[in-house]
């Protein structure tokens, strides 16, 4: 259970004493029902991590909305976005395992979250991890109801693949960006579970750097 699911419980449990209270018990029922809801919401299950050598896993539970090509800096990147309902835990965790070299929060909107536009325009934080000779980003994204990102690291930091690393307050969206050269195994539609799903594997640093050469040698017979 994250703590932020007793502060809204314990804060909604007075409320319904109060109203219940001044107007009598059965008006005390709504504020109970949200108080319960609250603790189921940020609930924070225990999940078994893959150990595979290069295996992504989820960043969060969800649906996968989206598996495209999309250039970054310049660079292609393979993008996995996750829409996370309010039905879902929203308890973010690192998708690798490695050294956060980059942490960039971005204020903006808070369009809905299935909306291909909100992987640029709505509120967001955005954390590169360097590991096993790869560079992998995930991105918080915060949605119609998300009006919070909590990031529970800081730059420098050294993440487990599948540890915890923070939330999202209610629904939203979370992106993974890879290597285009990572074995994706997973489709548009398919459910996913924050550090459980394997989404994709990274290739060996040495066949990813091949693929980086030749693809570097075409470029310069063109």
Not at 168 to 186: E, H, M
């Amino acid at each position: 259970m994250v703590r932020d699911g007793f502060y809204y419980a314990l804060g909604l449990c007075v409320v319904a004493a109060v109203v219940g209270w001044l107007a009598g018990p059965p008006y005390a029922v709504v504020p109970l029902v949200l108080a319960a809801f609250f603790l189921w919401f940020f609930r924070d299950p225990e999940r078994v991590i893959p150990t595979e050598a290069g295996a992504v896993v989820s960043p969060a539970d969800g649906k996968v909305t989206d598996v495209s090509t999309i250039e970054v800096n310049g660079r292609p990147r393979t993008r996995i976005s996750i829409f996370l309902s309010v039905f879902d835990v929203h308890v973010n965790r690192s998708p690798v395992a490695g050294v956060i070299t980059k942490v960039e929060y971005r204020h903006g909107r808070f369009r809905n979250a299935m909306s291909a536009a909100s992987a640029v325009e709505n509120e967001q934080n955005i954390v590169t991890v360097e590991g096993e000779g790869h560079s992998v980003i995930f991105k918080q994204i915060a949605g119609v109801l998300a009006r919070r990102v909590v990031f529970a690291k800081k730059l420098g930091d050294r993440v487990a693949r599948g540890e915890r690393v923070g939330l999202i307050k209610f629904g939203s969206r979370t992106d993974v960006l890879l290597d285009p050269a990572a074995d994706v195994r997973i489709a548009v539609g398919d459910r996913v579970r924050g550090g459980a799903t394997v989404l994709a594997y990274l290739p060996p640093v040495e066949t990813a750097g091949l693929a980086a050469a030749g693809a570097r040698r075409g470029e310069g017979a063109r």
